[in-house]
Each structure stands twice: as C-alpha cells, then as structure tokens.
C-alpha cells in the first residue's frame, strides 16, 4: 500500500467512509453527507493535514486520517471495514504522528474504554504512547481524550517531519539556495561559479574528512525533470568532483548520493570511504558528526584550500 497526502480526488471516498463508519463513531447523523464535515475535509486536503492509504493494485483508499498542527492532535481517523487487519491503521497513524511536534504533549479524542468498538483504535493509540486522560461528553456521547506525553526525539530536516515549509520551498521563488538565504554554520563555497557550487562542510556528516556537496545553480526539485544535456554536464561537474576528492583524501571510495529530502534545491553529497570510517559494510549514516574528523580547524580550511587548487578554482 501507498501512503499519501489525500487531494481533491480523494474526497469522495473520505465522505464514503465517514458515511460507513458514522454508526460506529455513533454519530447522530451521516457524517459524509454532513455539510461542517465535508468543509473541514476540503480545508485539510488543501492544507496537507489529512493522508490516506491507498490499495495499490486495485487504487482504493483504506483509509483516512487528518490531524491538526495548531492544536498538535489527530482529528478523524477511520479504515474501512474491507481493508481492516492490513495494516492501513498502523501505517497512517505513524506517518500523522511524524508530521506532529513530538516534542509537545499530542492528543487524540476517541472511544472509552467502555466502547467496544472503540477498542482496536485504544490499542493502536497505546502502541504509539498515547495514555488515557480524561473522560468527556461530546453531542450526548461518552469520549476520552488520550495523551501522547511530549518527549526529547531529536528529528532532521526532512519532508517526512516539515511538508508544508518543504514543498514550498522546493518551489524557485522560495529556494534558500536561490534566494542567498545564508548558509548553514560551517560550510564553505570551494566552488562557485553560474554552473554549480560546490561546498564543504565542518564538522562533516558522517564524521567523514572531506565530506561536500555539488549542487547546480539552476533549480530543480527533481533529477528526472533535468534536462538531459543539463544532467550530463552537471555529472561530469560531479565526476570531475569526485576525482579531485579521492586524491586530495586519499579515499578508498567515493560514496554519491541524490537525497533532497531536507534541502529541497537538487545536489548530490560526496562521501569519502576509509579503510577505518564508521561504517563498514553499511551506508553513511550523515547525522553523526562529533567529533570532527580534522584535527583542527585550521585543517579543515587547508582541505577546502586543496580542493580549490585542485579544482583550479581561484575565489577571488
């Protein structure tokens, strides 16, 4: 199954659904035909507040679930009946809670413990730290709001926790790499010219000496889009990169990867192998970074100082 943002096609299923489970959430009315409901639905498409799990082969929608950032809360949640026990719940319930500040308390209204039907969504919650708070009355009908206590989890910048400022930033008009936002701490242009940049980073992901970045100037959010003489030219920048890396290094290998996942703008990191990195027989993983593998500083800015010559790149 796929997990999604749910769109505008995506809304009469979510009506269906609410029309089907209505009994369940013992509404006094259909809720897919209820004119409040049906509103907050086209508003949490439009905002990427809802997701939905989609069948692959046959294109249903399992599921639904929508939450909301200001209150940091999940707001409707439901599986239809057929596709119940796949799984569909789980995986919608994890991806809403990645797009929640886990570092504040979150909520969800559901079921008492009272409610049988109320009881494989009150062990799903469980699952995912929710505790049972308070007991409450809502149109005449019994709920409770269950707590997911904040904690410490330290999270990247990747879309997986932060779409909205994502996607739009992989929009040209928004770019921090085409607006001249100012770059990260600790990183230096070695290379910058109108075709690419490419730039060095301190303290290095991977805790990994030498470790940069290539990225075009012209904004792409997706390497497919490139054009193909634009994507040519712009890997042999990388190849002639990545040659002049290993020698400076003394690298065993070079390990190339296109993510984009946190800086929207299209670039490929370099990451230097060695016989006694972090990683044996594994990928990098580019969140550990302390300690520094220079020396010093000062060993850092002659890397950066090798990489220009070798590059026959002269800054000023």
């Known amino acids: 199954m796929l997990i999604r943002w749910a769109n505008e096609n995506d809304l009469p299923a979510w009506y269906a659904l609410a029309t089907e489970v209505s009994p369940i959430f013992q509404h006094p009315a259909d ?11 086209q508003r949490a498409v ?9 069948d692959y082969m046959s294109g249903d929608n399992m599921g639904f679930i929508s939450f909301s950032r200001n209150r940091n809360s999940i707001s409707w949640f439901a599986v239809s009946e057929k596709h119940r026990g796949r799984g569909a ?3 919608l319930l994890k991806t809403a809670l990645r797009q929640l500040d886990t570092n504040k308390d979150i909520t969800v209204n559901t079921f ?15 699952k995912y730290g929710f505790t049972e708070e308070k007991p409450f009355t809502h149109d005449g009908l019994s709920r409770c709001e269950m707590k997911r206590p904040a904690s410490s989890e330290k999270r990247g910048g990747s879309f997986h926790y932060r779409y909205p400022d994502f996607i739009r930033k992989s929009q040209k008009e928004f770019c921090p790499a085409c607006n001249d936002e100012p770059m990260p701490d600790g990183q230096i242009d070695i290379v910058l010219t109108d075709k690419i940049c490419v730039g060095g980073e301190y303290p290095g992901q991977g805790r990994l000496f030498g470790k940069l970045y290539v990225m075009p100037m012209e904004h792409y959010f997706h390497f497919e889009d490139m054009p193909e003489t634009d994507a040519a030219a712009f890997i042999n920048e990388v190849q002639r990169v990545g040659r002049a ?12 990867e296109m993510h984009a996942n946190s800086g929207a703008h299209l670039h490929i990191h370099l990451f230097p192998r060695y016989l006694d990195d972090d990683f044996p ?23 950066i100082e090798q990489m220009r010559k070798e590059l026959a790149y002269d800054p000023d």
């Not at 439009?46 to 989609?54: D, F, G, I, R």
């Not at 890396?245 to 190339?256: D, F, M, P, Q, S």
């Not at 027989?281 to 020396?295: Q, T």
């Open 46 to 54: 439009n905002e990427y507040k809802v997701l939905t799990a989609v």
């Open 31 to 41: 809720m897919g035909t209820d004119p409040e409901f049906v509103a907050g639905c």
């Open 112 to 126: 008492c413990a009272d409610c049988p039907q109320g009881t494989a969504a009150r062990a799903l919650y469980k």
């Open 281 to 303: 027989s594994a990928p990098i993983d580019y969140r550990v970074s302390e300690p520094a593998p220079y020396e010093s500083y000062e060993e850092y800015l002659w890397f």
């Open 245 to 256: 890396l290993r020698k400076v290094t003394g690298a065993v290998k070079i390990n190339y």
């Open 89 to 91: 719940g789980n995986r």
